[in-house]
């Protein structure tokens, strides 16, 4: 044996790992870098926090088909450019409104502003009056698979219904927090005949958010997308949100019933969760003003097509928002919301995936899609309106991977993928992580029903397999998510001072684009899980499959 070449091939071959080490090394280093520009740009001041329909809005979205362009990116928008124009209509209210309740004897018993009551923002007229008796209906929910209907037995056919906010706490925790959410309340209001919605807090929901801090936020402006026509994109335009009513002001709308509100809260906040509901003793008179103003916004959308002939009509999106909540008033003579981790951490992750393919020299099988959404922070308005007027056939979106203020303060050990077990996807997010040695975490925050509350969900709503990444817990994760949750979360102090750490976000890039990746290369497009809630609920599609 030749010693001596067999240690100069030891050497050589030492030499050649140390090389791709530091090459892989310098990478990371770039990536970082590029990281750090993109965030640094848009969560400056000139942009003035990128509320959908501002200038500086517009400024971002520009930067970003810059980026998607200088990438070599094929325009995926409107009318062959990046664009995909969204036309907004903003309301808010003009006055406090007026509420006035009448008991059977006539007695009129008024409810107070800030106290009792806070008007809604109802889309239509300028004024809207409705006159109707209350009926409660515990929390309005309609849930065949969970065998409870609370409108069995109720007339409210011209009536004002009287809902809870939330769900039964017995449900489990994302089918709870779709039938919590306002818009699938009202939905199920208009469908029985309702004229009008008031919704009351509850003792949990004063702990959590006081009603007393409405008074700050009473007058912003609400937002949803118009139709063709113009007119709004709404699930229940006859049937408008009145007010939000207080502990105290429930009290008085119960006055004369059956049960005391006091009564009708304690059963609610039982395990079950099922109150009595019955028609109430009052009748309420709702006088609202509202102002309104059309504004247009643009998502961004750029395309990496795919490589094979059978596969490249296949679309995997991976989507990020781009607007955050504008300008507030002043804290501490900053009131410019900067949104570097909600979301610019986000939109800096999605362009370094799309970077991450182009130089990967190898092209995915399926396309890509690469899509900056407006108006997460007005209600995922942004992809909705994409996903009910996509730029291309909606049966050719096969999943989509939504990014969405990822906690990039330290040096994260795993990653939580939001519902991505309800279909083929939790499979390819494991792979993709173990990949890059990360950790796939179960949801550590069930109670929260994240899996509805970003742009996401506007996907599932089509029918559309999608999950929502996040950095997780290990590793200090936690005291820094809930510490940025109880800090900076939608105030100006979430900035580039935060000690934002851009070495974690080249690493959640990398792992993003090996999910990507993972999926467009697949043999097998993504599946719900048969049986699935979300697919049955909105007739998926896609093949369910039997995992």
């Known amino acids: ?52 329909g501002s200038p500086g809005y517009d400024i971002a979205a520009n930067y970003v088909a810059s980026q998607f362009a200088q990438l070599g990116l094929k325009p995926a928008g409107a009318n062959g450019g990046y664009f995909q124009p969204v036309p907004l209509l903003a309301v808010r209210p003009a006055d406090e ?27 239509g007229p300028a004024e809207r009056k409705v006159a109707a008796p209350l009926v409660f209906v515990g929390f309005g929910v309609v849930a065949p698979e969970h065998r409870r209907d609370d409108y069995k037995g109720l007339d409210v056919k011209g009536k004002i219904v009287v809902v809870l906010q939330g769900a039964p706490a017995s449900f489990q925790t994302e089918e709870r927090a779709y039938y919590a959410n306002g818009r699938t ?63 105290a002001g429930a009290a008085k709308l119960f006055a004369g019933a059956k049960k005391t509100y006091a009564e009708v809260a304690e059963a609610a906040e039982k395990p079950k969760g099922d109150p009595p509901r019955f028609p109430l003793a009052t009748r ?32 995997v999106v991976l989507s990020a928002h781009l607007d955050h ?42 396309s890509v899609l690469f899509l900056a959404v407006t108006g997460e922070e007005k209600g995922l308005l942004g992809a909705e ?55 796939l975490s179960a949801d550590p925050m069930p109670e929260e ?47 580039l001072s935060q000690g934002i750490d851009y070495a974690a976000g080249a690493k959640f890039a990398r792992i993003n684009y090996e999910i990507a990746r993972e999926i467009a290369d697949a043999d097998a497009r993504p599946l719900w899980n048969k049986g699935d809630f979300f697919a049955t609920k909105f007739a998926a599609p896609q093949v369910i499959a039997d995992h």
């Open 449 to 495: 029903g994240l899996f509805t509350r970003s742009d996401h969900f506007r996907f599932v709503e089509v029918g559309v397999p999608s999950t929502f990444l996040m950095t997780g817990f290990q590793n200090g994760g936690e005291a820094k998510f809930r510490g940025f949750l109880a800090g900076c979360y939608h105030r100006p102090c979430d900035d």
């Open 97 to 123: 409104g007026r509420f006035m309740l009448r008991g059977k004897d006539g007695a009129e018993v008024p409810l107070v502003f800030g106290e009792d009551v806070m008007p809604g923002q109802p889309h």
């Open 284 to 315: 309420l008179d709702a006088t609202l003003h509202t102002e309104s103003k059309t504004l247009e916004s643009a998502n961004v959308a750029a395309l990496i097509e795919g490589s094979d002939p059978k596969l490249k009509g296949e679309v």
């Open 325 to 366: 909540i504008g300008v507030t008033p002043p804290v501490k003579e900053d009131g410019i919301n900067n949104g570097a981790l909600d979301n610019a951490g986000g939109i800096a992750t999605t362009l370094e995936v799309a970077r991450a393919f182009q130089v990967s020299g190898k092209a995915p099988r399926r």
């Open 185 to 247: 309340k009202r939905a199920q209001a208009a469908a029985h005949g309702a004229v009008g919605v008031v919704s009351l807090y509850l003792p949990g929901d004063e702990k959590r958010r006081p009603f007393a801090n409405g008074k700050r936020t009473w007058q912003s402006w609400a937002m949803t997308w118009r139709k063709p026509d113009g007119s709004p994109n709404d699930v229940a335009l006859d049937t408008p949100q009145l007010a939000t009513v207080s502990i």
């Open 1 to 52: 044996m030749n010693l001596s070449k067999v240690a100069a091939g030891v050497s050589a071959a030492m030499l050649l790992v140390g090389s791709a080490q530091a090459q892989s090394a310098a990478e990371s280093q770039a990536s970082a870098e590029r990281v750090r520009a993109h965030v640094a740009f848009l969560a400056s001041d000139l942009l003035q926090g990128r509320e959908a």
């Open 385 to 439: 309106y994409f996903a009910r007027n996509p730029t291309m056939s909606l049966s050719s979106l096969v999943a989509n991977v939504n990014l969405d203020m990822p906690i990039l303060t330290y040096d994260f050990l795993d990653v939580v993928a939001f519902g991505a077990e309800r279909s083929s996807l939790a499979a390819a997010v494991r792979k993709a992580a173990a990949r890059e040695g990360v950790a």
